[in-house]
């Protein structure tokens, strides 16, 4: 802490220990003097990029493994269709066999009624025949009896006609019930085929029925496999432009890293390096108005802790301005960057360069000390812009190493504040 071109009295120590306290309290509210720098490319805009990335990818793997699964299915639908199909060509050409036996067995029967019909107009021919002689034979048998016996030659010709009428007789019953024999197996061989043709209608009607759940069935199998296959199409494109996205979020990221590192070496090359071990990083006075001792201060540094004789380096490369004494700065040095910046760092127990000199960022230029108007060991550290400070808190000026790599301490917030 400085206050310039004042004296402090042993009977006001009390005082001050308060008002340090109300300092401590009051340097927050007059502090509104660090500026939002442009908008720059965060870790956190990288990381939200990759995140983005990452669940572009996640839903690829579940398109994936939405499509294998479908791709199982629409296998298996295809192959019960495939078996409907056989099954169904099966049971058609069972159906046309049956058929074309129906009409077989109807022509069999055909056959056999025409048979029949003939066989039975022939007995009934017969039989009239029949009858009509026996009708002759025994409505005038004695006259028939003696014209057979006057008309024969002899009583041997009129037994043997006799005879050979009964003959006849005897033969042309036998005709009749040879016939009515075939007639009656005729009908018997009719009814069974009448028998045989109902079974193999059923058998018909069986199949068709069979047929035609099959066809339902393989209606059902189409509808799924045209189910499978609009699903499939629907999981392919979504996956095909997950995989556009992910290559688009690929480019965005790969543009945004290569515009973050060239904005890191930018930072970099230009911002001013933290002035002590970057284990040191706790601030105990901001930039700005504070109260101190009672009264309004413009506090133009900002004051970092660190123990005595920490390592005090210069923020950038420049020439030694100043290396001396001073009653409120105590041991301080200021040095010119050029382009009208300079940095001058206060309070420090030993000096290690000298005025005029060139230093390099980095350099030890001091070490750290409690000389001056100062109440604890630490740096006093100020940024100087065509001759007027600036708060060296603000984000986008200072980097520090930081995990093995070079950050901004405020953008990444690694400063404590204790004030
Ligand atoms: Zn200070």
Redesign the pocket.
């Known amino acids: 802490?400085?206050k310039a071109g004042r004296m402090l009295k042993p009977v006001v120590s009390l005082a001050i220990a308060a008002a340090t306290v109300l300092t401590m309290a009051l340097c927050l509210p007059f502090n509104t003097l660090d500026t939002e720098a442009a908008k720059k490319i965060t870790e956190a805009d990288i990381n939200a990029v990759r995140d983005r990335i990452k669940a572009n990818e996640k839903k690829i793997k579940e398109y994936q493994d939405a499509l294998a699964s479908i791709g199982k299915d629409l296998d298996s639908a295809l192959e019960a269709k495939a078996q409907l199909d056989q099954q169904i060509q099966y049971i058609q050409s069972n159906v046309e066999e049956t058929e074309e036996l129906i009409v077989r067995y109807e022509q069999l029967i055909k056959e056999k009624e025409a048979l029949i019909a003939d066989r039975e107009s022939q007995i009934s021919d017969k039989y009239n025949d029949f009858l009509e002689r026996l009708r002759i034979s025994y409505e005038d048998g004695s006259q028939n009896y003696l014209e057979l016996l006057i008309s024969s030659d002899s009583l041997v010709d009129f037994i043997t006609r006799i005879d050979n009428l009964g003959s006849v007789l005897t033969y042309e019953q036998r005709t009749m019930d040879e016939l009515e024999k075939e007639v009656s197996d005729l009908d018997e061989l009719k009814k069974s085929l009448d028998i045989k043709k109902s079974e193999y209608v059923e058998l018909g009607k069986y199949q068709s029925q069979s047929r035609a759940d099959l066809n339902s069935k393989l209606k059902e199998a189409e509808q799924l496999v045209k189910k499978l296959q609009s699903d499939e199409n629907a999981a392919k494109k979504a996956q095909q432009n997950a995989a556009k996205q992910d290559a688009a979020l690929d480019k965005e990221l790969e543009k945004l890293l290569k515009e973050y590192e060239k904005q890191q070496q930018a930072e970099q090359a230009g911002a001013y390096l933290w002035p002590l071990d970057s284990n040191y990083r706790s601030i105990t006075?901001r930039y700005g108005w504070r109260i101190l001792w009672g009264e309004r201060d413009f506090?133009?540094?900002?004051?970092i802790s660190a123990p005595y004789g920490a390592n005090i380096y210069a923020a950038k490369d420049g020439t030694v301005l100043k290396a001396q004494y001073n009653s409120s700065y105590g041991y301080y040095v200021l040095i010119d960057h050029g382009g009208g910046k300079a940095t001058l760092y206060?309070?420090s127990s030993k000096l290690l360069v000298v005025a005029g000199q060139k230093v390099t960022r980095g350099q030890v230029i001091a070490k750290v000390g409690s000389t001056g108007n100062?109440s604890g060991y630490?740096l006093?550290?100020?940024v100087r812009v065509s001759g007027k400070t600036t708060n060296p808190l603000t984000k986008g000026l200072l980097v520090i190493k930081y995990n093995g790599k070079m950050v901004d301490p405020v953008a990444n917030n690694l400063l404590k504040y204790y004030c």
């Open positions: 802490m400085k006075s506090h133009l540094g900002a004051d206060a309070h100062s630490h006093h550290f100020e």
